[in-house]
């Protein structure tokens, strides 16, 4: 093969690559950087040389980040004084580095020899460092020497929304009832405005406002509900975290899973990638509840007293019914009264009206340990009238009558702790249904 | 008498064996067959509020209201446009409990001085009183005993009695004894509904707050079937105004449909009524009056060959001895009274407008 014919091979070959490279080139200019800008942060340094090095030493240490890649970091780029070591106690994640050196020579100055603390102030110097980021924290911004900014392959830019229904009833337990609000966590990359091109897992945690849903004498770790399969969520922190990733659509469905106590609930979201985290307040709560109207035909506070009968540090408002259970409480106490009346009664007795219903129904905890009896006043429809020896009770010679007037209306009631003298009552389901 | 004593026991204690069977251990509701009471066995929650697990065993006796034996006679006589409903109750002489409570649930309309709300959402609770007032008016109650209407569950008016004088030892219908003047009158023809009674009873109470579970919902099935159902004639079907005897003749038709399930029809022979009916109501509709006419008057023919004397409107529907020869198994006799009372009904204002049409 003469020479012709190889150097025509090899321009050929040539031409081949440089119409490979061309076409490389692009690609390899799309392999996206994220890039900010350098700043300048209190950080660990040491006296003198910590000048010096200033603008050549961005840190982008994250606590834990061993020392020794410190170490071998400042040894790369010769900084490093002989016979001295750093050791990096703890970063802020903002570039404020708390950094222990020790040396066996003497530093300028007179420093001793030995070991020392930066936050002394004496080894601290602002140097140039590289921002933590705030997406994806874990992959930090390396300095670059070349153009002096901090870079890191391009992050997806996730945020994350929620969305789904904002009320739902309380759960009841001894019906084994659940009532469960599904919601939808949704996930963006901003930077393209489409699901994320890597799924992600979805966090999902559960606060409770104290003292929400009629309830005086919440705290925050009271039961708050669960999330997907977990019946209930213990603490504020995450409590779910998706087993799947987000789906095609960038979305993770769960259900919430409302507690038997009625009150305020704030289901929050996020990704381990995501830059924010979306926030839900949910009610749990029955809707169509009033406080019970004043009437001449029934009682709601104590003879005598403003203080509502019934009502205790834990539950200050114990008064509330649905509009149909209103009606048919306010025609009971009517016809008792008038039976009465009827009868030659000159000081017809006053229906007493102990605990109906909480502001938001649910579980009405009469302890306030969000446990014990009480199990059916939840949803407005019973209501406890007083039918002990206290005063305004019904006497014993009017039960039956107070039973015959409540069965011609179609209400239920039956005493609840007989014979007691004080707590002795009518257990009165307005709408004969035990709820 | 005894016999039906002997099958409420009966439903009432497979209730019992139920609730066993589902029932938390320990937990029971055991008929009594001596008293006819039932015993509740169940576990309370203690008074701490810390457990929702019930652990205290606990009892309740609870005495049912059944322990009576109910006889209703229904009479409904047409004047003018309304049709006048009264009804004659005794209770058995062997009845243990006295009745105190007469419920007609539902009614589906009567004659009153003001409209009467049907819906309780369409009542304020400032027109309670008055409202009262117009349905206590609008019934026939006798002596010691009061009635009063409001509005039903399934829709349409409650009607119920109770004896006013509990305070007495004898207070209501004691056994053997019986009672007229309970009644009312209505726009609407009648149709076959249920009466509940019950006999007078102690007060029921838990020394807690009663069980929770499974017993809990046994004793419910037992507290909310705790009457003796009756069936009596009640205001059924409205009369369309203005008259439509297709109309109305399809209501009736409605009505009769639900006869066999309530074992008042044998069902083959609801097929053949139906057939009737349906041709009556297709003739006037066509236009066929003569026609229409024929087909409701067949239909009477069939049902006096039930039962005689339907159409004696003065007497209720006591099973005399007369009666019970002339009664047949194909169709309850208050039920042919009901429909025979229904197709005259039918026929005479089908008359009447065949009159105003003539006069016009």
Redesign the interface.
């Known amino acids: 093969m003469d020479a012709r014919i190889q150097k025509h091979r090899m321009i050929r070959w040539l031409g081949c690559l440089l119409v490979l490279l061309s076409l490389m080139t692009p690609l390899v200019s799309q392999a996206q950087v994220e890039s900010v800008p350098h700043v300048y942060s209190w950080c660990g340094g040491f006296y003198g040389r910590g000048c010096y090095a200033s603008n050549s030493i961005p840190t982008s240490y994250i606590y834990p980040t061993d020392s020794e890649a410190m170490q071998a970091d400042f040894a790369l780029r010769n900084i490093l004084e002989p016979d001295t070591l750093f050791t990096l106690i703890s970063c802020d994640g903002m570039g404020w580095c708390e950094v222990c050196v020790t040396t066996l020579i003497a530093l300028p100055g007179g420093s001793p020899v030995g070991t020392k603390k930066c936050s002394s102030g004496l080894w601290t110097a602002k140097l140039p460092v590289c921002p933590a980021p705030k997406v994806n924290p874990s992959i930090p911004y390396r300095y670059n020497y070349g153009n002096g900014m901090c870079e890191r392959p391009a992050q997806q830019n996730l945020t994350i929304a929620l969305s789904g229904g904002s009320e739902i009833e309380p759960s009841n337990?001894?019906t084994s009832t659940v009532n469960t609000l599904p919601l939808i966590a949704t996930v963006i990359d901003q930077n393209t405005n489409q699901p994320p091109t890597n799924p992600v897992k979805v966090k999902v945690s559960l606060k409770v406002a104290p003292t929400s849903g009629g309830h005086d004498h919440g705290t925050s770790d009271r039961p708050r509900g669960g999330i997907a399969e977990l019946d209930t969520c213990p603490s504020d922190d995450t409590c779910w975290t998706s087993p799947n990733p987000t789906d095609s659509g960038g979305t993770v469905v769960f259900n919430f899973n409302a507690p038997e106590a009625s009150g305020t609930y704030t289901i929050s979201a996020t990704c381990a990638e995501c830059s924010n985290t979306a926030t839900k307040p949910v009610d749990v709560k029955v809707d169509d509840l009033w406080p019970i109207?004043a009437s001449t035909y029934y009682a709601l506070t104590e003879d005598g007293s403003s203080k509502i009968i019934g009502s205790t540090t834990e539950h200050s408002s114990n008064h509330y019914v649905s509009?149909?259970a209103?009606?048919?409480l306010?025609?009971l106490a009517?016809?008792f009264y008038?039976?009465q009346v009827?009868?030659g009664v000159t000081n017809p007795t006053l229906l007493h009206l102990n605990d109906a219903s909480l502001k938001w129904g649910g579980k009405f905890?009469?302890?306030?340990?969000w446990?014990?009896?009480?199990?059916e006043h939840r949803r407005g429809t019973v209501i406890d009238v007083r039918a002990n020896s206290t005063s305004g009770a019904i006497p014993p010679?009017l039960?039956?009558?107070y039973?015959?007037?409540a069965?011609?209306?179609?209400i239920?009631p039956?005493?609840?702790?007989?014979?007691?003298p004080v707590r002795?009552h009518f257990?009165t389901r307005l709408?004969?249904r035990?709820e | 008498m005894r016999s039906i004593f002997s099958i409420v026991g009966v439903i009432f204690v497979s209730l019992a064996i139920i609730s066993k069977a589902y029932g938390l251990p320990g937990e029971s509701i055991v008929f009594d067959p001596t008293s006819g009471n039932y015993v509740v066995n169940y576990l309370g929650l203690d008074d701490s509020g810390d457990s929702d697990v019930p652990t205290i065993p606990r009892q309740a006796i609870f005495v049912p209201a059944t322990k009576i034996y109910p006889i209703v006679g229904s009479v409904f006589k047409l004047r003018e446009t309304e049709v006048v409903y009264s009804y004659h109750l005794s209770n058995g002489s062997n009845s243990p409990q006295s009745l105190i409570s007469f419920i007609i649930d539902p009614a589906s309309d009567i004659v009153s001085s003001s409209p009467l709300p049907k819906r309780r959402q369409d009542i304020a609770i400032s027109a309670i009183e008055q409202l009262d007032k117009i349905g206590r008016a609008a019934l026939s109650t006798p002596r010691n005993w009061d009635g009063i209407v409001w509005t039903s569950d399934a829709g349409g008016l409650r009607i119920a009695w109770g004896y006013s004088l509990l305070k007495t030892p004898s207070a209501g219908l004691i056994a053997g004894s019986s009672q007229d003047g309970f009644g009312f009158s209505s726009k609407d023809i009648p149709g076959i509904g249920v009466a509940q009674f019950r006999g007078r009873t102690p007060v029921f109470g838990f020394v807690d707050e009663g069980p929770i579970g499974e017993i809990k919902n046994q004793l419910r099935n037992l507290r909310q079937n705790n009457f003796v159902p009756r069936n009596i004639a009640v205001p059924t079907i409205a009369v369309p105004v203005p008259f439509d005897a297709a109309v109305l003749l399809d209501s009736i038709r409605a009505e009769v449909a639900t006869w066999p399930a309530k074992q008042l029809l044998d069902p083959a022979y609801a097929a053949q009524l139906d057939r009737y009916l349906a041709a009556a109501a297709d003739g006037y509709r066509h236009k066929q009056t003569k026609t229409c006419k024929e087909h409701a008057e067949n239909l009477r023919q069939m049902l006096a060959k039930e039962h005689h004397f339907l159409d004696h409107d003065d007497e209720d529907n006591e099973d005399t001895e007369e009666h019970k020869r002339a009664t047949r198994f194909t169709i309850d006799r208050l039920a042919a009274r009901v429909l025979d009372f229904d197709l005259r009904y039918v026929l005479n204002r089908m008359e009447r407008v065949e009159e105003e049409h003539k006069k016009r």
Request: charged share 30%; hydrophobic share 20%.
């Open positions: 337990n001894l109207s509009s149909e209103q009606l048919q306010w025609k009517t016809d008038n039976d009827r009868n905890d009469i302890h306030g340990k446990n014990g009896q009480h199990d010679t039960f039956e009558n039973i015959d007037m069965t011609k209306l179609g239920d039956h005493l609840e702790y007989k014979g007691d002795q257990h709408l004969n035990e």
